[in-house]
């Protein structure tokens, strides 16, 4: 089946640093995929998406090319800001099904410091 | 535009309880999505309701069970509960989407 897998967190970070979180995945099709973020005591947000091959999502900053290739979909932001720090989660459409499951990775802690 | 608000917050059940738990969608959308979140680990599928049918459940016994209304509110009810049962409990809607809007979720606990 479907799944993702992102880096280990905690990641952390000085402001104005440079980001990567690395995430793959596997799946049968060709999946739409996510970035979301959620922020401490909240739910998640949706911070980009990329719905086909060489598609790049972005947002706030935070980009991402899907890249088929490769099966990733890393995040990558050029100047991090302490307002970032939340839980990052990349997440797959599901390819094969007929429905609008999302299957999610375990997530990246994102701490910056000032 | 209302966002998905989801009720209770907080809840705390003994084993053996059942529990409901509470979904608006947002305005317009027709798709709900309610996924599992354990302590440290990202978001499980659970099941999606599409025009109030169930459309899609993920690896959960037959004790969790939903409903979705006409207005597109929808309910997730789990019988028996388990310790690890405990986690926190994300509503998500959409329109005939993958981009999926969530709650802030249900925080139940189970001792």
């Known amino acids: 089946g479907d799944s993702v897998t992102q880096m280990e967190g905690p990641v952390t970070l000085s402001e104005e640093a440079f980001l990567t979180i690395n995430c793959t995945y596997t799946?049968?099709?060709?999946?739409?995929l996510f970035w979301y973020v959620q922020y401490p005591g909240e739910g998640l947000q949706l911070l980009l998406k990329?719905?086909?091959?060489?598609d790049k999502g972005s947002n706030k900053g935070f980009e991402a090319t899907y890249r088929k290739e490769t099966t990733s979909f890393h995040l990558e932001k050029g100047s991090v800001q302490v307002s970032d720090s939340a839980v990052y989660f990349c997440?797959?459409?599901?390819?094969?099904?007929?429905?609008?499951?999302?299957?999610f990775g375990k997530g990246t802690l994102l701490t910056v410091n000032p | 535009e209302t966002g998905v608000t989801q009720s209770p917050t907080h809840l705390i059940k003994t084993r053996g309880q059942q529990v409901t738990l509470r979904c608006s969608s947002q305005?317009?959308?027709?798709?709900v999505s309610w996924y599992q979140q354990a302590l440290g680990q990202g978001p499980q599928f659970i099941f999606q309701?599409?025009?109030?049918?169930?459309?899609g459940r993920g690896n959960f016994p037959p004790r969790f069970s939903g409903l979705q209304f006409p207005n597109y509110s929808s309910e997730l009810n789990v019988n028996a509960l388990e310790l690890d049962d405990s986690a926190l409990y994300l509503c998500?809607?959409?329109?005939?989407?993958?981009?999926?809007?969530f709650g802030p979720g249900t925080r139940l606990t189970v001792t």
């Open positions: 990329a719905t086909k091959a060489d």
């Open positions: 998500a809607s959409s329109v005939d989407s993958y981009e999926q809007y």
């Open positions: 997440a797959l459409g599901d390819s094969g099904g007929s429905n609008y499951k999302l299957t």
């Open positions: 309701y599409y025009r109030e049918e169930e459309n």
């Open positions: 305005s317009g959308h027709n798709t």
């Open positions: 799946a049968t099709g060709y999946p739409s």
